[in-house]
């Protein structure tokens, strides 16, 4: 996710020279935070391989189980410290992006009997403006950490409604199964999780969104379908972090995985 907050950086350099000076500061503060987290998050998933790795190799014979925990444990804790940094860094990006929508003005929208701009239809008229897929992407993204589940799954949808030849479709698509999930529609989660599944085998989201798709099965009450699912996730991507949380799911359901 953080190459979508680098690609709004980048458009972000673009502001007119009014505001351009005043932004310079925080665009650097930020890109220096994207930075640190891009190599804690290598340091993480280095960390996860080799743990999966000794664990298959039996070099964990001279290791107790609790040590093995702790680590595991301890490995987890500094991904959840990231993604609260993440989290962090698209608040700071949602106060820039509106810094950008006040210097590019009100867009050609209605305006209401009042007298004042319609905010929403100021706000899609200067986004239209910029004109960028990465910030729609971006958008959307922002509103999906805020909870806005309704909006970010809007954004998602026509981002790849039209920019289908983007590289980020499957991410689109990806994340707008989780909006879905969110709010509980499962049906709908698992659709868009299946075009990921089906349509974009080599994408980065895959392992991802088999494990989303297998939860929203379990969660419509499509048990079997749903701890197949998981299986054939673990089964494929046996050391990834999605594999890990399907067996402590199929664990829960008192499912005997190899």
């Not at 993480?44 to 964990?60: F, P, R, V, W, Y």
Request: one cysteine or more; a negative charge.
């Amino acid at each position: 996710m953080l190459k979508w907050i680098a690609a709004t950086l980048l458009l972000m350099t673009a502001v007119s020279c009014v505001e351009q000076s005043n932004l310079a500061q925080d665009i650097t503060d930020i890109k220096s935070q994207i930075w640190r987290i891009q190599k804690d998050q290598a340091e993480q998933t280095k960390a996860i391989e080799q743990l999966g790795s000794n664990t298959e190799n039996g070099e964990t014979a001279n290791r107790t189980q609790a040590d093995m925990q702790a680590t595991l444990e301890e490995i987890n804790g500094n991904i959840n410290i990231l993604f609260e940094r993440v989290r962090d860094l698209n608040d700071k990006m949602t106060i820039l992006l509106g810094k950008i929508i006040n210097l590019n003005g009100p867009g050609p929208g209605k305006v209401p009997e009042t007298g004042q701009p319609d905010s929403q239809s100021t706000a899609t008229q200067s986004m239209q403006h910029i004109g960028s897929p990465d910030i729609v992407f971006s958008s959307a993204y922002t509103n999906y950490l805020q909870g806005h589940y309704d909006v970010a799954a809007i954004g998602f949808k026509d981002f790849a409604t039209n920019y289908p030849d983007s590289d980020k479709v499957d991410n689109a698509l990806y994340w707008l199964g989780l909006c879905y999930y969110e709010q509980e529609k499962y049906r709908d989660a698992i659709a868009q999780f299946e075009k990921v599944i089906n349509d974009y085998p080599d994408s980065d989201v895959l392992p991802a969104a088999i494990l989303r798709k297998g939860l929203s099965l379990l969660a419509s009450n499509s048990i079997g379908v749903g701890v197949v699912e998981l299986q054939d996730l673990i089964k494929k991507f046996p050391l990834s972090q999605e594999a890990r949380l399907a067996r402590k799911k199929l664990d829960e359901l008192r499912v005997k995985t190899q």
